[in-house]
């Protein structure tokens, strides 16, 4: 009986702490965090800071990925390239300080199960059902908490970008426009500069705005009313223009000592610009055709990450892409004689990459 009462006494006390007494406010989420309790002084005390919650008890992602069976820790490699078949998080860890000259990179949206446990198996399977993800097509589905995750997710892959890149060395990474603050919040709280904001201009994605008449069909009103609706809404929107280009980051490690300094000891930190066109912060590139071209659902114009990597880095360089999808910038730095790094996660994206390298090679 004694027993059973000290049991029930401190359920009672944990439940009492943890729903009533801390609830706790993260990044403007209030949710109610598991503590570690101890008693300190008589006083009851949560000794630890929990980890970021959503109110309903989720982590805010997972912070272990769990790559695709089949992947190797081992390196593949083709030529002058690098492959590994992995997390990015955990072959970071291989790459020695200091080791890479440029990062380019198209980092996962965090949106629709295109996030750091990117799955291309789920991901077909919703699109097979209906030609849409998750009902609406990939890309459009807006949800609040994307930002959150990724700028979460990829702090901690600018924390070891920062330490392999050399002092002066870039990182451009791509996203979507309504994402751009959380990918250079990111970086620049580990420390990278933020240099500016570049621009890959395209012929136009798709067309993402749609109009009530759906839902106004739907509610609960006589039919003239409803008629009288869809005038007053006609020609309105939800706010979603059709794209036309990506943002793209350009984050910098900070340069030892003066930009000749720097450039005398690590050759990274100055840029080149003498191409026919003086160049400017918009490149003017053609979306690739999917179907056409490559079976991955994001790639990136060659030529574009050729000129990337041109303006950026020099001959016989190392270029980095933690992200490498189906190896556009693998086969970009190959094709501008540089030495190249990559990682992915996804095995059949993985042995896409491989492919191509070995094309190229
Ligand atoms: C936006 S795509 C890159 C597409 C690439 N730019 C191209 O041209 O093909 C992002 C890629 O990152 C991979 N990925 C997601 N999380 C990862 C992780 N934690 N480590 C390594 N790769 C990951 C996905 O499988 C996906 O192929």
């Known amino acids: 009986m004694y027993r059973l009462m000290m049991g029930l006494h401190s359920y009672l006390r944990e439940k009492l702490l943890q729903e009533y007494l801390f609830p706790v406010n993260y990044n403007g989420y209030n ?5 570690t309790l101890a008693r300190v002084n008589n006083t009851i005390k949560r000794s630890i800071t929990p980890p970021p919650r959503y109110p309903d008890g989720k982590r805010l992602i997972k912070t272990e990925t769990e790559p695709t069976p089949g992947c190797t820790i081992e390196p593949v490699k083709i030529g002058a390239a690098t492959v590994y078949n992995q997390d990015c998080l955990t072959i970071f860890k291989k790459l ?52 959150i995750r990724l700028q ?51 012929n136009g994605g798709q067309g993402k705005a749609f109009t009530q008449d759906h839902f106004v069909k739907k509610m609960k009103m006589s039919g003239v009313k409803k008629q009288e609706l869809i005038t007053i809404l006609q020609g309105r929107k939800t706010p979603q223009l059709r794209p036309k280009f990506e943002a ?86 190959l094709n501008k004689n540089r030495k190249f790094i990559g990682f992915e996660i996804e095995k059949r994206y993985f042995d896409m990459s491989v492919g191509r390298l070995s094309k190229h090679g």
């Open 31 to 35: 949710g109610n965090m598991p503590a």
């Open 96 to 147: 020695t300080d200091n080791s890479v000259d440029l990062i380019v990179t198209d980092p996962p949206y965090f949106l629709d199960g295109m996030d750091n446990n990117w799955s291309d198996t789920k991901l077909k399977r919703k699109k097979d059902k209906s030609h849409v993800i998750g009902g609406l097509p990939v890309g459009m589905k807006f949800d609040p908490k994307q930002g």
């Open 152 to 202: 979460e997710f990829f702090t901690k892959v600018s924390e070891e970008a920062l330490r392999v890149l050399k002092p002066g060395g870039f990182m451009i990474a791509f996203s979507q426009g309504r994402l751009f603050h959380r990918l250079a919040i990111g970086a620049e709280d580990v420390g990278f500069e933020i240099r500016d904001m570049l621009m890959w201009e395209h």
């Open 248 to 333: 793209i980051l350009l984050a910098q490690k900070p340069k030892e000592g003066t930009h000749i300094n720097n450039w005398l000891k690590w050759k990274t930190g100055l840029i080149k610009t003498d191409f026919e066109v003086s160049q400017t912060t918009v490149f003017n590139f053609e979306k690739p055709h999917r179907e056409k071209t490559i079976d991955h659902m994001t790639v990136k114009p060659l030529g574009l990450m050729e000129q990337i990597i041109e303006v950026f880095s020099i001959e016989g360089q190392v270029v980095l892409d933690p992200f490498l999808g189906s190896g556009t910038t693998g086969v970009a730095a």
